[in-house]
């Protein structure tokens, strides 16, 4: 539960008040600092991912986490626990989760991310999916065997987005089909569980074997930064997964935001830990091809839904915004 301070109680209209303030202050922050824009994209060609710290303030970070709590104790069935082989979590997918609550209108085109993912996707990209997530604690023993120097680790599925659909990613200098940025809404370090990912340039991914039966996708699943001394690794919960080399496990704090692309190879890191991690994961890309149904949430993607369908669907509130 979220500790509240001593002070003044907030209204809901100064809540209001507060984030919508914080958003146009780091619209600012983000236009008169095109320095800034230019280093994050030469990170992003660069290495496929870049980190934007401080991205939500921390009024809007308590104002989502008090938002998500109060849906989640108005609809409790709603929010059962799924068990994930080993730990548990729960999360919800728009619009679903947003016409429970408003909580997340201000992620979904926040001023700190939007000229970033303008700038790689260009003009005419659009939101195509948002899930929140809430990883629990999980106490279960490291296995004997400790994964790249992390004793804490318990699992990590490393995948690429959408079997590694690049549909799309021919159209902008960085190669990528979609991008995914995931908040942090609780300070993130080696004793939680984090967002893990590995580093890969444009060029590479333009250069990875590819299969082009169906949909476009890099076909290296089974061998992608695969460590050749130890090529398998058998985590806490008895699967047995290639071991990756390479990775960034990514520990910022509340508010900051990992922005990547779609294709990267990532993962949740599993940690034993006592305390609990909440993430808010965006998604956009390019509405073409429709007949892809890459960065969309597993909904949308078993009712056939287009990107024209996801913006159709989400409520209609000022406070969501536009691109």
Known sequence: MLERRAGPILTREDLCHKRSTARNEESLNMAASKCNLDEYLDRF????????????????VAGINEGIDAARLAHPEEWVINSRRGHDAVGRDAPGVME??????GVVHHPSLIPLVKAILG???????LSYLRREPCLADPPEDIDGGDPLALSRVWHREDSGNV????????????????YYL???????????VIP?????KQSLPKTTEGLLRIDDHETGYVNPE??????????EYPRRIGRVDVHEGAGSA??????????????????????VHVRYRQPEPARSNHAMSTYSREVGHTVADFQAALPRRASIGTI
């Open 45 to 60: 060609m660069q290495d496929g991912y870049v980190v934007v710290r401080g991205a939500l303030s921390p009024v809007e």
């Open 100 to 105: 429970r609550t408003d909580a997340l209108d």
């Open 123 to 129: 003009e005419g990209c659009l939101c195509s999916g």
């Open 167 to 182: 549909e799309g990613a021919e159209w902008n200098d960085y190669f990528t089909p979609a991008i995914q940025a995931i």
């Open 186 to 196: 609780d300070d993130v370090d080696e004793t939680t569980h984090c967002t893990s």
């Open 200 to 204: 890969e340039s444009a060029a590479t």
């Open 230 to 239: 130890k090529p398998r690794w058998m985590n806490s919960f008895g699967q």
């Open 258 to 279: 990992i922005v990547f692309n779609n294709a990267s190879f990532h993962c949740g890191t599993i940690r034993k830990t006592e305390r609990i991690r909440r993430t």
